[in-house]
Antibody, heavy 125, light 109 residues
Framework: QVELQQSGPGLVKPSETLSLTCTVF????????WSWIRQTPGKGLEWIGN???????AYNPSLRSRVTISVDTSKNQFSLRLTSVTAADTAVYYC???????????????????WGQGTQVTVSS | QSALTQPASVSGSPGQSITISCTGN?????????ISWYQQHPDRAPKALIY???RRSPRVSTRFSGSKTGNTASLTISGLQADDEGHYYC?????????FGGGTKVTVL
């Protein structure tokens, strides 16, 4: 059974860079998409972006200018960097695996399973 | 892409059935195969319940079921139990990005 373990600091200063890592246990990072999602009381769940194991990324347009997601297949890890953070970036951050089914080479469904345990990140000086 | 619309709260007594709606538009909910539902208990990560609109994730109780009518997807919880209390989120993958509903708080009376 695949489990995702998140690591990274819970406190980041304004204008600095938020960095989190998600390690995949019990399975390979290969052949899947991997997402970062954050949750705030005010905005609910917000998708940040994802990465395929080969390194191809997609980002939420509202965060694209500040986000970088990378993958290290040798360590079975993927990471999130969010630059120039402000108080508005205070949230619980989750990593998740994107599962999908394919028919004739076309993805016919996608869902997020499992999720990491979550990391509360507070932006404060 | 705007968020999917869910009721803020739904309640029911033990043993009853409740239904949570999720309304979107032609670019998200209408593509039913990409609708999924998640359960979240306090201070826990979301857990996948339903994918492809109406398929249950492994080890998820048969009391949870998904359906769709027009641009509205629905999650039904049958035989409501105390452990079903929590927040429920619908989600859609459309146009190379993910969009979530605002969440529904389920209370077992």
């Amino acid at each position: 059974q695949v489990e995702l373990q998140q690591s990274g600091p819970g406190l980041v200063k304004p204008s600095e860079t938020l960095s989190l890592t998600c390690t995949v246990f019990g399975g390979s990072i290969d052949s899947y998409y991997w997402s970062w999602i954050r949750q705030t009381p005010g905005k609910g769940l917000e998708w940040i972006g994802n990465i395929f194991y080969d390194g191809v990324t997609a980002y939420n347009p509202s965060l694209r200018s500040r986000v970088t997601i990378s993958v290290d297949t040798s360590k079975n890890q993927f990471s999130l960097r969010l630059t120039s953070v402000t108080a508005a970036d205070t949230a619980v951050y989750y990593c998740a695996r994107e599962r999908f089914n394919m028919v004739g080479g076309i993805i016919t469904t996608r869902w997020l399973d499992p999720w990491g345990q979550g990391t509360q990140v507070t932006v404060s000086s | 892409q705007s968020a999917l619309t869910q009721p803020a709260s739904v309640s029911g007594s033990p043993g009853q059935s409740i239904t949570i709606s999720c309304t979107g538009n032609s670019s998200d909910v209408a593509n039913y195969n990409f609708i999924s539902w998640y359960q979240q208990h306090p201070d826990r990560a979301p857990k996948a319940l339903i994918y492809q609109g109406n398929r249950r994730s492994p080890r998820v109780s048969t009391r949870f079921s998904g359906s769709k009518t027009g641009n509205t997807a629905s999650l039904t919880i049958s035989g409501l139990q105390a452990d079903d209390e929590g927040h429920y989120y619908c989600c859609s993958y459309a146009g190379s990005s993910w969009v979530f509903g605002g969440g529904t708080k389920v209370t077992v009376l």
